[in-house]
């Protein structure tokens, strides 16, 4: 939720090795961070803290899973990733290795995908190595009535392997 | 002038002679009781006590304050009231710890410190607050297996045991570790 961005981030864990000359904590063992209603599950989780706060925090799992309620009349936004990364201030996620992110039946899965939290926005990339793509489902009922019933067109496939979504089904394809 | 000095003589060595085998403290061992309460006084004590130690180039290491310092021979140990050690790394970084009470194990240069513990890491304000810690003066670590607390500006880390490396500024807490960073205000 918007007002998330305000709550204080709890996190528990098993173990934690803060670096104070460095200037960050790394938490190991059932890690479990909370900040309103998002919420990341991993196995290691690594804050980085300025003087003031903690402005960047890097999550690692196999996978890592976060999950966050964007907004009240919406369901709950499922990411996971191997490496979710946070960068609080700009109130973006980017998660890397065998991403995905699910809301509602819907589901973009690629090698790196950025949410923009604030403005609700979904960047899914696949790395040009490697012969994966994008993929992105949206069911039926996540579409408007008019193209449930006629207009079956299917969507642009992007040029450069990246496509955008809003959570909660439509595509931008580029 | 013969004759009075031979009685001085005579009676320097009756005094000798007495002093020889009377002792009026009694042999401890012959008394335990005694023995006992002497070992559980300090042997010398010292107020308002300042030490400081310096490494092989000239730079300060360390340094131990207290309000008091009894000495005890028996431990070779100093039992410490408000004892305030810094520990200095030699690039102008330093960290001071204080306690209401202390115990310093001078041979093995342990301090242990006990009731209202604090540490404090002097460049980032970060504050280590616990009832007991064992801080090796001569690796420059620090154990605490009781709860700590570590506070910078409003965050809050919690966990039921400890130890610090002070030289390279790391502080290991576990197990069941709690954290709380609030948002700094716009």
């Known amino acids: ?174 | 002038m013969q004759r009075t000095a031979l009685p001085i003589a005579l009676a320097l060595f009756l005094v000798l002679l007495t002093s020889l085998y009377w002792n009026p403290g009694g042999d401890p061992a012959a008394d335990p009781a005694i023995a006992q309460r002497q070992m559980t006084l300090p042997r010398t004590y010292v107020e308002e006590v300042r030490s400081w130690q310096y490494a092989a180039n000239g730079n300060l290491k360390e340094v131990l304050e207290a309000d008091r310092a009894e000495y005890f021979t028996g431990k070779d140990a100093s039992e410490l009231t408000q004892p305030r050690f810094y520990s200095h790394d030699g690039n102008d970084r330093s960290w001071s710890a204080s306690a209401d009470e202390g115990t310093f194990r001078h041979r093995a240069g342990i301090l242990q410190l006990r009731r209202q513990v604090r540490l404090v890491n002097d460049q980032t304000g970060g504050t280590l607050a616990t009832q007991a810690m064992t801080l090796n003066t001569r690796k420059n670590t620090a154990i605490s297996r009781v709860p700590v607390t570590v506070t910078q500006n409003e965050s809050i880390l919690r966990a039921d045991g400890m130890t610090a490396d002070l030289n390279s500024e790391r502080i290991v807490m576990s197990p069941n570790v709690e954290t709380t960073y609030v948002q700094a205000r716009p």
């Open chain 1, 1 to 174: 939720l918007p007002e998330d961005r305000q709550e204080p981030i709890r996190i528990t864990a098993d173990k934690a090795v803060r670096d104070e000359k460095n200037g960050f904590t790394v938490y190991q063992g059932n890690v479990m961070m909370q900040q309103g209603t998002l919420r990341i599950d991993a196995t290691k989780v690594t804050v980085f803290h300025s003087d003031k706060e903690a402005d960047r925090i890097k999550a690692e799992g196999s996978p890592a899973h976060m999950r966050e309620q964007p907004q009240a009349d919406k369901g709950l936004m499922h990411a996971r990733a191997e490496v979710i990364e946070y960068f609080k201030a700009e109130e973006r996620v980017l998660l890397k290795r065998n991403a995905s992110v699910e809301q509602d039946g819907s589901r973009v899965a690629g090698d790196s995908i950025e949410y923009f939290i604030g403005q609700q926005l979904i960047r899914a990339d696949s790395s040009a190595s490697d012969s994966g793509r994008v993929e992105v489902v949206i069911p039926a009922s996540a579409l408007p009535n008019s193209q449930q019933n006629g207009d079956q067109s299917t969507p642009s496939t992007p040029s450069d392997n990246s496509a955008e979504e809003e959570p909660g089904g439509t595509t931008d394809g580029q």
